[in-house]
């Protein structure tokens, strides 16, 4: 009876899980979403404690209470400008703890009550651990780099074969401890995991600020690979079920954010930011600025306008001043919609949980094959903190790194308005075409400060 009734509540909480990740899809549903799969999660976690045989009850009492009022703690108090690091730290947790669980498996001597594990089952451990441990020390890498605490890129002459020959001696650690039966050495699992957080850093090290989106999602999806894989070794179905659709939805996220940069996975892990090779265009023209108080005129006597949100906003935490600005545009007959960028910001969906936040309306936001054919019939579109997804070289300049990237173009509308804070590139350090051309004017200085220029003007009127 007791069995039945925990298989059903493990089942009970990986539909909880499913749901909760459907209803994510949404912006509408999303937070509807996130509290569904933490009522599974709870769910999943009250009936461990029902499992025959279960020791150390009080040890896990209060990690779970330090470790829950730590991220109850930290889940307040984070800005949002601050999430992407925040979403990168807690995929690699989930790494970790994938890791952790393997590596007790396998120190057990790779045996339970003197029967020794399948293969099939302690080929499962270690392949979670090595993904578990890499999402890890990935994660903390992206985590870093995020934060500033990490601001070069580490590249240099052979690093690919350095990695290749760390991925090789990973893969043959693993092999020989999946083959290994009973006859367990733990030095050698040391070595596999020292092996296998070194070849994250070193996989991450490499990678550009532009292409943390895509790495971010890909370390959920292994984090979630990780945990489906110990739920096998376990044999717990809540596990299996979760960390599967977990991969499964980072793993398409991870690919349709590739394609949003037109750019192979490969590319992004392996290459610099972009494939071109040849020297870029020479810029023609100059930059041409306008106070925040003109730039404001234009919209207000326009007819539409495409606002168009990037990292500079996340940063300048100017998404409440531009929805207040918004009201005020429309209150005067001005048809305002927003436009995102797959790619915007540090993580997938970061413009989208900003503009949430600030009470933006979800049908005036457009991703980007929706609102692109509406450019040229815009009288003005600003651009707010985004640089690299909306720069013309991406089709327009064949040596361009970031050629054949798919961008909003945003240089078709009649005039463009660029909210700024200096004259500097991108984050990946190539310069904007936008900035140059004979329909763009440059609004220098803080995001926030800026617009509420604009809306005390606009009062105005």
Same mark, same amino acid.
């Given at each position: 009876?007791?069995?039945?009734?925990?298989?059903?509540?493990?089942?009970?909480?990986?539909?909880?899980?499913?749901?909760?990740?459907?209803?994510?899809?949404?912006?509408?549903?999303?937070?509807?979403?996130?509290?569904? /799969?933490?009522?599974?999660?709870?769910?999943?976690?009250?009936?461990?404690?029902?499992?025959?045989?279960?020791?150390?009850?009080?040890?896990?009492?209060?990690?779970?209470?330090?470790?829950?009022?730590?991220?109850?703690?930290?889940?307040?108090?984070?800005?949002?400008?601050?999430?992407?690091?925040?979403?990168?730290?807690?995929?690699?947790?989930?790494?970790?703890?994938?890791?952790?669980?393997?590596?007790?498996?396998?120190?057990?001597?790779? $045996?339970?009550?003197?029967?020794?594990?399948?293969?099939?089952?302690?080929?499962?451990?270690?392949?979670?651990?090595?993904?578990?441990?890499?999402?890890?020390?990935?994660?903390?890498? /992206?985590?870093?780099?995020?934060?500033?605490?990490?601001?070069?890129?580490?590249?240099?002459?052979?690093?690919?074969?350095?990695?290749?020959?760390?991925?090789?001696?990973?893969?043959?650690? @693993?092999?020989?401890?999946?083959?290994? @039966?009973?006859?367990?050495?733990?030095?050698?699992?040391?070595?596999?995991?020292?092996?296998?957080?070194?070849?994250?850093?070193?996989?991450?090290?490499?990678?550009?600020?532009?292409?943390?989106?895509?790495?971010?999602?890909?370390?959920?999806?292994?984090?979630?690979?990780?945990?489906?894989?110990?739920?096998?070794?376990? =044999?717990?179905?809540?596990?299996?079920?979760?960390?599967?659709?977990?991969? +499964?939805?980072?793993?398409?996220?991870?690919?349709?954010?590739?394609?949003?940069?037109?750019?192979?996975?490969?590319?992004?892990?392996?290459?610099?930011? =972009?494939?071109? =090779?040849?020297?870029? &265009?020479?810029?023609?023209? $100059?930059?041409?600025?306008?106070?925040?108080?003109?730039?404001?005129?234009?919209?207000?006597? /326009?007819?539409?306008?495409?606002?168009?949100? @990037?990292?500079?906003? /996340?940063?300048?935490?100017?998404?409440? %001043?531009?929805?207040?600005?918004?009201?005020?545009?429309?209150?005067?007959?001005?048809?305002? %919609?927003?436009?995102?960028?797959?790619?915007?910001?540090?993580?997938?969906?970061?413009?989208?949980?900003?503009? +949430?936040?600030?009470? *933006?309306?979800?049908?005036?936001?457009?991703?980007?094959?929706?609102?692109?054919?509406?450019?040229? $019939? $815009?009288?003005?579109?600003?651009?707010?903190?985004?640089?690299?997804?909306?720069?013309?070289? +991406?089709?327009?300049?064949?040596?361009?790194?970031?050629?054949?990237?798919?961008?909003?173009?945003?240089?078709?509308?009649k005039n463009v308005l660029v909210v700024k804070r200096g004259q500097g590139a991108g984050f990946s350090g190539i310069q904007n075409l936008l900035f140059f051309r004979d329909n763009t004017?440059?609004?220098?200085?803080?995001?926030?400060?800026? *617009?509420?220029?604009?809306? &005390?003007?606009?009062?105005?009127?």
């Amino acid at each position: 009876m007791l069995d039945t009734l925990i298989q059903f509540s493990y089942f009970a909480a990986a539909v909880l899980f499913i749901w909760g990740l459907k209803q994510m899809s949404s912006p509408k549903t999303a937070r509807r979403g996130i509290v569904w /799969a933490g009522i599974g999660m709870v769910v999943a976690t009250l009936v461990t404690f029902l499992l025959p045989g279960l020791h150390n009850i009080a040890l896990i009492v209060v990690a779970i209470l330090l470790s829950g009022a730590l991220a109850w703690w930290t889940g307040k108090r984070v800005a949002m400008t601050d999430m992407p690091q925040m979403i990168a730290l807690y995929n690699g947790m989930g790494g970790g703890a994938a890791a952790a669980i393997a590596a007790l498996e396998l120190v057990r001597l790779v $045996t339970r009550d003197g029967e020794q594990l399948d293969l099939q089952v302690q080929s499962l451990a270690v392949a979670g651990a090595l993904i578990g441990a890499v999402a890890f020390s990935g994660s903390a890498i /992206a985590f870093a780099k995020l934060q500033g605490l990490i601001k070069k890129t580490l590249r240099f002459p052979g690093l690919q074969l350095v990695n290749g020959l760390l991925f090789l001696a990973l893969v043959g650690l @693993g092999v020989m401890i999946a083959l290994s @039966g009973n006859a367990f050495d733990p030095r050698l699992l040391i070595a596999f995991f020292a092996v296998g957080l070194l070849f994250g850093i070193m996989m991450t090290l490499p990678i550009g600020g532009a292409d943390m989106p895509v790495v971010i999602s890909l370390y959920n999806a292994f984090t979630g690979l990780a945990v489906g894989f110990e739920g096998f070794v376990l =044999g717990n179905p809540a596990m299996m079920i979760a960390g599967i659709v977990v991969g +499964a939805a980072g793993t398409l996220l991870t690919q349709l954010m590739a394609k949003a940069m037109n750019r192979p996975l490969t590319n992004v892990l392996f290459s610099n930011f =972009g494939g071109g =090779g040849g020297a870029q &265009a020479e810029v023609e023209g $100059t930059m041409k600025s306008v106070e925040p108080s003109d730039a404001a005129v234009m919209m207000a006597y /326009a007819d539409k306008v495409i606002i168009v949100p @990037g990292y500079g906003m /996340a940063v300048a935490q100017a998404q409440h %001043k531009v929805w207040e600005m918004t009201e005020l545009l429309m209150e005067r007959g001005v048809t305002v %919609k927003f436009a995102i960028h797959p790619v915007a910001g540090r993580m997938p969906g970061h413009m989208n949980v900003l503009l +949430a936040e600030a009470g *933006v309306p979800y049908d005036l936001i457009f991703d980007l094959d929706e609102i692109n054919p509406e450019f040229p $019939t $815009t009288d003005v579109a600003l651009v707010i903190g985004a640089n690299d997804v909306v720069n013309p070289a +991406a089709r327009e300049d064949p040596n361009s790194p970031i050629y054949g990237m798919p961008i909003l173009d945003v240089d078709k509308a009649k005039n463009v308005l660029v909210v700024k804070r200096g004259q500097g590139a991108g984050f990946s350090g190539i310069q904007n075409l936008l900035f140059f051309r004979d329909n763009t004017r440059m609004v220098y200085g803080d995001a926030q400060k800026v *617009v509420s220029e604009m809306i &005390a003007t606009i009062k105005t009127l």
